[in-house]
């Protein structure tokens, strides 16, 4: 007799095997699907990144540049020296977090992390002497470098295998934007709100450092696998003593390197591409402002105006345009996205009239909501399983590398080529971009990968 499918026979339990066959499939189905976006971890990841980025915006914009310059009287090449350390800890340790991330977990990660960003904030507000200073934003960076690779490590995991998850890196890409945003503003009101005390101002900041540790103790820790790996290691330690132990750590790294050479199977454009897009961010912020009062006359309350215009069109944009990603792929919206915001770019470079000025913002805005959630899609589905933290803490030092470099380069063109010329080189770099995707969209591969 049949019966859902199984095949009754005497004198065996059918029901005990059909109830094998039901937790057989329901398995197979779980494995298929991608997990429910809000789960309490995605949660604790968007909470990080917000965090993060709500404490960085702050210092970096709102409180750092006005506390060391005229409050510290620091000379402009130690700021300048402290915010590039920043940048470089920041950028250069990803690769390393997201080597750590695979072999001590999200929670030993990012915990250590953070407590090195809780130490920097405290030496800020203590501490006056600028070595100690430089070193505290040195720290700082140390500090959030593994934000990302942890971040992007676990939102793929949660995709399923076809890593459609344009949806979530949308949702992530509001609570930096957000936070970004909120830091410089709330704590410009905190300090006309507490007579400019910047005393008050970073016991905030100290508060949003513990609840961030707290968040972190709360993330999963190890897997099986690596726990395993670090009994092995706990084993050779009690065995043979710190020489060996170097010498697990020291053929870890090859391994993963050789895994970085063998695995990652990737057309080489993605190098460059990487690079490319956050160098256009680069060029552009730190001039924004000062084209739009010296050369545009806009005052600072339709600065911010403006600035609420282009980053709300981003931010509405963003989940509908990761969910159709999912839907549709993210061929045509990397496409549309970069020759929009390279048009845009040299338009707005021309323009005069403040109606133009929003609606070219606005239009950029839209094109960074079609390119983010696509863009980071689109690395998803290039990187190998076995090694995902590593490689995005390797994709995303690359691509923050453009964010180091960029400001240099900006500063330069716009003192001896023009002020408009940050914006052209920006339209070129984006149409390089449009340019470089329509090969890997493609051949988003190499041909050969050689053992």
């Keep these: 007799m049949w019966k859902s499918g199984v095949v009754e026979e005497p004198g065996l339990d059918n029901s005990k095997n059909e109830?094998?066959?039901?937790?057989?499939?329901?398995?197979?189905?779980?494995?298929?699907?991608?997990?429910?976006?809000?789960?309490?971890f995605f949660a604790q990841l968007w909470v990080l990144v917000f965090l993060v980025e709500f404490m960085k915006g702050s210092l970096l914009v709102a409180i750092l540049p006005v506390y060391m310059g005229e409050t510290l009287g620091l000379s402009a090449g130690i700021i300048g020296l402290a915010f590039s350390l920043q940048y470089f800890g920041d950028n250069a340790f990803r690769a390393p977090a997201g080597w750590m991330a695979e072999r001590l977990g999200y929670r030993g990660t990012m915990s250590t992390a953070l407590l090195f960003t809780l130490?920097?904030?405290?030496?800020?507000?203590?501490?006056r002497e600028p070595v100690w200073l430089v070193v505290a934003c040195l720290l700082l960076g140390l500090g959030t470098s593994p934000l990302w690779p942890c971040v992007m490590t676990g939102t793929t995991a949660m995709s399923g295998p076809n890593n459609s998850n344009g949806a979530a890196m949308g949702?992530?890409?509001?609570?930096?934007m957000g936070g970004t945003g909120l830091g410089p503003l709330v704590m410009n009101f905190a300090m006309s709100y507490y007579g400019h005390s910047y005393g008050m101002v970073f016991m905030i900041l100290i508060g949003c450092s513990i609840?961030?540790?707290?968040?972190?103790l709360m993330l999963p820790g190890s897997n099986k696998t690596t726990a395993t790996e670090n009994s092995e290691r706990s084993a050779v330690v009690s065995s043979g003593g710190a020489i060996k132990q170097k010498q697990q750590l020291w053929k870890g790294i090859k391994e993963t390197i050789r895994t970085l050479k063998t695995k990652l199977n990737v057309n080489p454009l993605i190098y460059p591409a990487l690079f490319l897009q956050s160098f256009v961010i680069g060029l552009i912020s730190p001039?924004?402002?000062?084209?739009?009062?010296?050369?545009?006359?806009?005052?600072?309350?339709?600065?911010?105006?403006?600035?609420?215009?282009?980053?709300?069109?981003?931010?509405?944009?963003?989940?509908?345009?990761?969910?159709?990603?999912?839907?549709?792929?993210?061929?045509?919206?990397?496409h549309i996205g970069f020759l929009l915001a390279g048009i845009t770019l040299f338009f707005f470079s021309t323009v005069r009239s403040i109606p133009f000025v929003f609606i070219a913002v606005a239009l950029i805005g839209l094109g960074y909501a079609l390119i983010l959630p696509a863009w980071n899609t689109f690395l998803a589905k290039?990187?190998?399983?076995?090694?995902?933290?590593?490689v995005w803490g390797f994709f995303l030092t690359l691509q923050g590398s453009g964010m180091v470099i960029g400001p240099l380069v900006s500063g330069v063109l716009w003192d001896r080529a023009g002020h408009t010329a940050p914006f052209?080189?920006?339209?070129?770099?984006?149409?390089?971009?449009?340019g470089c995707h329509l090969a890997l969209a493609r051949h988003p591969r190499r041909k050969t990968v050689k053992a």
């Design 19 to 40: 109830g094998e066959d039901v937790g057989r499939m329901r398995q197979i189905g779980q494995e298929k699907a991608p997990r429910r976006l809000w789960s309490p």
């Design 119 to 127: 130490v920097a904030i405290i030496m800020l507000s203590v501490l």
């Design 171 to 176: 949702t992530l890409e509001i609570a930096s």
């Design 211 to 216: 609840v961030l540790l707290l968040v972190a």
């Design 287 to 334: 001039v924004l402002t000062l084209y739009a009062r010296t050369d545009l006359g806009i005052s600072p309350n339709l600065y911010s105006v403006l600035l609420i215009a282009g980053g709300g069109v981003t931010v509405l944009a963003l989940i509908p345009c990761g969910k159709l990603v999912d839907r549709l792929g993210t061929e045509y919206f990397l």
């Design 382 to 390: 290039l990187i190998p399983e076995s090694e995902r933290a590593t």
């Design 424 to 434: 052209i080189i920006s339209g070129v770099v984006m149409l390089l971009m449009f």
